[in-house]
């Protein structure tokens, strides 16, 4: 199993971006999927997740400007990110628990500047 994430990008203040992430492979057993965030000099932080039940969760610093949704598959995961701010700026990482294993996706740099 592979997680390949797209998206992310440079945005101005206020601005979106989507990202998404597609586990590859066969999978048979689906736990939780979720984004982690890394700013420069900062520790890799929560950012969203979503159970395969579809309940989610969230960073309390995002007051409700971002979105996790995960498709019929179970195998995609996106996040909507609207009324970006500079402190959003990060790489963002996507996470699956998949047959009892995490995995990692490839970092996705989002940048919020004017």
């Known amino acids: 199993v592979q997680l390949q994430a797209s998206g992310g990008g440079l945005v101005q203040p206020g601005g979106s971006l989507r990202l998404s992430c597609r586990a590859s492979?066969?999978?048979?057993?689906?736990?939780?999927m979720g984004w982690y965030r890394q700013a420069p000099g900062q520790q890799r932080e929560l950012v969203a997740l979503?159970?395969?039940?579809?309940?989610?969760q969230y960073a309390d610093s995002l007051q409700g400007r971002f979105t996790i949704t995960r498709d019929a598959t179970k195998k995609v995961v996106a996040l909507q990110m609207d009324r970006l701010r500079p402190e959003d700026t990060a790489v963002y990482y996507c996470?699956?628990?998949?047959?009892?294993?995490?995995?990692w996706g490839h970092g996705t740099q989002v940048t919020v500047s004017s």
């Open positions: 996470n699956a628990d998949l047959d009892y294993q995490e995995y």
């Open positions: 492979g066969i999978v048979l057993n689906f736990g939780d």
């Open positions: 979503i159970t395969v039940g579809g309940a989610t």
